[in-house]
């Protein structure tokens, strides 16, 4: 073949791996000042994106309650915190509202510091593994777009405390039965004024659904293993998402 075929060649090739080495050098610069597992470019800082993000959670999650999304695939108890979360970010475009006519709230202000797919981590949002972030976090799949309950719960999010007091609209519940199937791990977002909303965990097909009821009402659940009180060792308690702590 000509000469100038190889050389072409060969340049191609370097681009590439020039590239690639800047790729990986970028993603190796990322900091994670705090050690959560999160690089600061994914974490909120801002008070007010803070407060509008667990807003939109929080509405996103209600309104499944009154519909179902067609686009909520993985429906359980941990499903339903991850769509929350992911449609929280993403751009509030005509087509994105089409998709939910039942929110209780419609003009929230859009997360202006981070949006959905993340910078440098795309769809790899959620921790399931300790430490601190690593640039082939996502290559041996600490960071993914799948997460189970106590993946969320230990990895994810952070422990605020057992009482309603300490928590907002849009932080998280947590439950443990150790007997149960599955994990045992369930999970749940609270809506502030004393509300909850939740899937029971089971697939549509076996009866699962969406609900929503009070503090005081799941207080009284005949089984007091359920009850989000801070003498219940089966309530883990309160928790709030890494990004916005």
């Not at 999304?69 to 089409?98: M, V």
Request: net charge negative.
């Amino acid at each position: 073949m000509p000469k100038t075929f190889y050389i072409i060649l060969i340049c191609i090739m370097c681009l590439s791996l020039g590239h690639a080495l800047a790729q990986d050098s970028g993603r190796k610069q990322l900091t994670d000042s705090d050690q959560d597992g999160f690089p600061d470019i994914v974490e909120i800082t801002s008070a007010a994106d803070r407060r509008n993000f667990l807003d939109w959670f929080a509405t996103i999650a209600e309104s499944q309650y009154t519909a179902i999304a067609d686009t909520w695939e993985y429906q359980d108890c941990s499903g339903l915190l991850r769509y929350a979360f992911i449609r929280a970010l993403e751009p509030k475009t005509s087509n994105w509202h089409h998709q939910f006519p039942f929110l209780t709230k419609q003009h929230i202000p859009e997360v202006s510091t981070l949006s959905y797919p993340f910078p440098e981590l795309s769809r790899s949002v959620f921790r399931n593994q300790a430490g601190s972030y690593q640039a082939e976090d996502i290559d041996v799949g600490r960071l993914v777009g799948l997460a189970a309950s106590e993946e969320l719960m230990n990895h994810s999010s952070v422990y605020l405390g057992r009482t309603k007091d300490v928590a907002v609209r849009g932080d998280l519940l947590y439950f443990i039965h150790p007997l149960a199937e599955g994990s045992g791990y369930h999970s749940m977002v609270y809506l502030g004024n004393d509300m909850i909303v939740y899937h029971t965990g089971l697939s549509p097909e076996d009866g699962g659904e969406v609900r929503l009821l009070s503090l005081e009402t799941l207080a009284k659940h005949p089984d007091a293993s359920w009850h989000p009180v801070a003498e219940n060792p089966n309530f883990l308690g309160f928790y709030r998402w890494k990004i916005v702590h």
